[in-house]
């Protein structure tokens, strides 16, 4: 399997490009070109209203039909104060000039002196411009609710540096209430961090206790929902991940001619996916070379591509394929625990083995069903994890009670120098607790921690709201910590080794669901016995289960991103899309 990466950059790597054009070029003719570009894709994505709701007021609906008859679209455009606004007036003169309805929206006061204009520099001269073109601009108190073909949030791009208030916010909200057949950000969703990926809220940012999640969930989000994001320059690292991912829609890069460096070891995140291969194929040679590093306990090296040592000879024994040891269960929660040691399966691991709490030991069950497929595993004391088993999976199900923190330690102690293991779920939870010595005794091992937001913050011993301040820097801390690969769950999930952050592309919001985590876990030990470099196996691990989500919404013609807010999906869904 192939990575196909790209750059992220945050709002100072953008600068400098910007600095790079400057040097070179008039600074109004990049604006031209990022209004020209927005041009473009608003001509080709939104070519007049399709989608506008009978619900409307009777006077506005006369003029959208006035305009439909003329092949006319009308386009509503909200202006900050900085050269966000100066792209959306450009773009207002544009529309204008090729004959389209279009009033612009100024979300600040009007200067004092009526005889200095609201926009200074280049933002001035596209107001000029969009004057000079006949394009009303009026204040956003006169906005009224009327059917709009597309709204275009020129608010506030790169240059925001803190919560939108007042008349700002007002618009961000008429933005998302508004009967729009589309809204187009200019260059970030306006209340969107483009470093970070967290949006604004209408409570205080800071609430939040370590662990708690729900302290800060259902706040309102103080940005803009966008279907599309025209971003300039370079892509960004907020549009990919936490907020972000559901607050860009669609994300489409104009570079507007600036070249940014292509050096992936310069930019401080990238954002991935994976270009699938179905079949493996590998000769006498790969197939020895597999066997030895099975032999030695030695992980391949990783690469910018990462291929599977899976073969289809037709000649392979399950053993060849890796054993995965699950170790949850706890009483009352065995479903985590199945759940991740039948995904260890269903992406290709020979064997999967069991041990959970002894109530569950006579038969293992899920859902009714007996796990046929799942071995027991009847004492871990018994074994030699490191010979045994090509991966551990500790944590699904396992239980914040004694006897979860027995097993924890059991294995931790017992860890032996490239025991692959991941830890997850409650498992996070004893690492968390324990002294340090668990934590040094993953550098040893070739582990991967798949934390979502509460238990980064118990790993880190801060609060769920300063993990959401700046999740790009925290997976990274966390991988750094803990000496081992860091996954952080959530939209748009983060993978660090500890010096680069990956974002992953795959996914929808279906993923949102109990059992999901579980699945991930095994999915990852899977491939981490199957010889998987621990990164790759983070990587194409999480890649892999956001596909599945996203192929299962496709079957069910359900999309990724549901306004309705229906989920549907069940975590065991998600077997039959490896
Ligand atoms: N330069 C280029 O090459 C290109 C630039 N381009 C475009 O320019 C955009 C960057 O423009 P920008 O620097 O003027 O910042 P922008 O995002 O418009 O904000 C304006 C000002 O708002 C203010 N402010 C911030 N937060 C606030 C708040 N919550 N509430 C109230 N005010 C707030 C803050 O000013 P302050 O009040 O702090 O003095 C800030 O400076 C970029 O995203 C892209 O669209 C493209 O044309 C491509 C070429
Ligand atoms: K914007």
């Excluded at 006949?134 to 609710?145: E, F, L, M, N």
């Excluded at 007042?166 to 961090?193: C, E, K, M, T």
Aim: glycine share 10%; aromatic share 6%.
């Amino acid at each position: 399997m192939q990575r196909v990466e790209t750059p992220l950059y945050d709002a100072a790597q953008i600068r400098q490009g910007e600095t790079q054009l400057f040097a070179h070029h008039d600074s109004f003719a990049i604006m031209q070109r990022a209004a020209e570009a927005l041009l473009t894709v608003i001509n080709e994505c939104f070519p007049l209203a399709k989608h506008l709701t009978d619900n409307v007021d009777e006077n506005a609906a006369e003029n959208i039909t006035e305009n439909r008859a003329e092949n006319r679209g009308t386009y509503r455009v909200v202006l900050g104060c900085g050269n966000n606004a100066g792209d959306g007036l450009v773009l207002a003169a544009r529309l204008k000039q090729q004959g389209q309805a279009v009033i612009c929206y100024t979300v600040f006061d009007q200067p004092r002196s009526q005889s200095l204009p609201p926009f200074t520099g280049d933002a001035a001269q596209a107001y000029q411009m969009a004057q000079d073109s006949g394009v009303p601009i009026v204040p956003v108190a006169k906005w009224q609710s009327q059917p709009t073909d597309v709204i275009i949030d020129a608010i506030f791009g790169i240059g925001l540096d803190r919560p939108p208030t007042g008349d700002a916010q007002w618009a961000i909200r008429a933005i998302n209430q508004a009967n729009a057949a589309a809204v187009v950000a200019v260059d970030v969703p306006s209340g969107l961090r483009c470093d970070t990926g967290q949006a604004y809220t209408d409570v205080a940012d800071e609430a939040g206790d370590i662990d708690s999640i729900d302290s800060i969930e259902g706040a309102d989000l103080n940005a803009v929902q966008a279907d599309m994001t025209v971003t300039f320059i370079g892509d960004k690292i907020g549009l990919h991940t936490a907020d972000g991912k559901g607050l860009s829609g669609q994300v489409v890069v104009a570079t507007l001619g600036a070249v940014l460096p292509a050096n992936l070891a310069e930019a401080t995140v990238v954002r991935y996916h994976c270009v699938y291969h179905r079949v493996y194929h590998c000769g006498a040679d790969e197939r020895r070379r597999q066997q030895q590093l099975n032999q030695s306990g030695q992980s391949r090296q990783s690469g910018q591509s990462g291929q599977s040592r899976r073969f289809s000879s037709g000649n392979q024994h399950k053993g060849d394929f890796g054993h995965v040891l699950t170790i949850g269960g706890g009483q009352g929660m065995f479903g985590g625990a199945a759940l991740a040691a039948v995904s260890a399966l269903k992406v290709g691991a020979g064997k999967s083995s069991l041990y959970a709490h002894p109530d569950y030991q006579s038969q293992f069950h899920l859902d009714g069903t007996p796990l046929y497929e799942v071995m027991r595993c009847h004492d871990l004391h018994a074994i030699d994890a490191s010979i045994c088993f090509n991966a551990i999976c500790l944590g699904p199900g396992l239980g914040r009670d004694d006897w979860g923190w027995a097993q924890f330690k059991t294995v931790t102690e017992r860890l032996t120098t490239n025991q692959r293991l991941l830890i997850d779920a409650d498992g996070l939870y004893h690492l968390a607790n324990s002294d340090n010595h668990s934590a040094n005794r993953l550098e040893n091992a070739i582990a991967v921690i798949t934390p979502h937001e509460g238990e980064a913050a118990r790993l880190l011993q801060i609060t769920v709201a300063a993990v959401r301040q700046d999740k790009p820097a925290i997976v990274k801390q966390l991988a750094q910590t803990y000496r081992c690969i860091a996954v952080l769950k959530g939209a748009g999930t983060l993978i660090s080794d500890g010096n680069s952050v990956w974002i992953n592309e795959s996914g929808n919001v279906n993923l949102a669901t109990a059992g999901t985590g579980d699945v991930l876990a095994g999915v990852i030990s899977g491939l981490l016995a199957q010889g998987y470099t621990p990164l790759d196996a983070a990587l194409q691990g999480v890649y892999r289960h956001g596909l599945a989500a996203d192929d299962y919404c496709a079957e069910k013609k359900r999309h990724s991103v549901n306004k309705a807010g229906g989920k549907t999906l069940r975590a065991s869904d998600l077997w039959s899309y490896f």
